[in-house]
């Protein structure tokens, strides 16, 4: 089983790219989640131009809890203006199907 993070976000200054570029940067999200313990996935997917949900997987809900913390400090730190989560939420995957690595 999978244990999910899913966050909700609007873009309030700039756009999606704006955003994703910050997250896959040095020192960006991608980077501090693949250094919290249990990390498996994590994708920033594009709802429109001005939304945007963020995806990260999990070994245990417990580690999914966790980063709900470090997305928070990240984004309070890095994005503080600029984009606004409208959810957040950790729950266990009951499937998971997709392209093997």
């Not at 994590?42 to 997987?57: G, R």
């Not at 980063?67 to 984009?83: K, T």
């Amino acid at each position: 089983m999978n244990h999910l993070r899913i966050a909700n976000y609007d873009v309030l200054h700039g756009t999606v790219t704006d955003v994703n570029n910050l997250v896959v940067a040095p020192g960006g999200m991608l980077e501090i989640f693949k250094a919290q313990p249990g990390f498996q996935a994590y994708s920033l997917i594009e709802v429109d131009p001005v939304s945007l949900i963020s995806v990260s997987v999990w070994e245990t809900h417990e580690e999914a809890e966790a980063a709900v913390s470090a997305a928070a400090v990240w984004v309070a730190q890095h994005l503080d203006g600029r984009i606004h989560r409208t959810s957040n939420a950790v729950g266990d995957s009951l499937f998971w199907e997709g392209v093997a690595k």
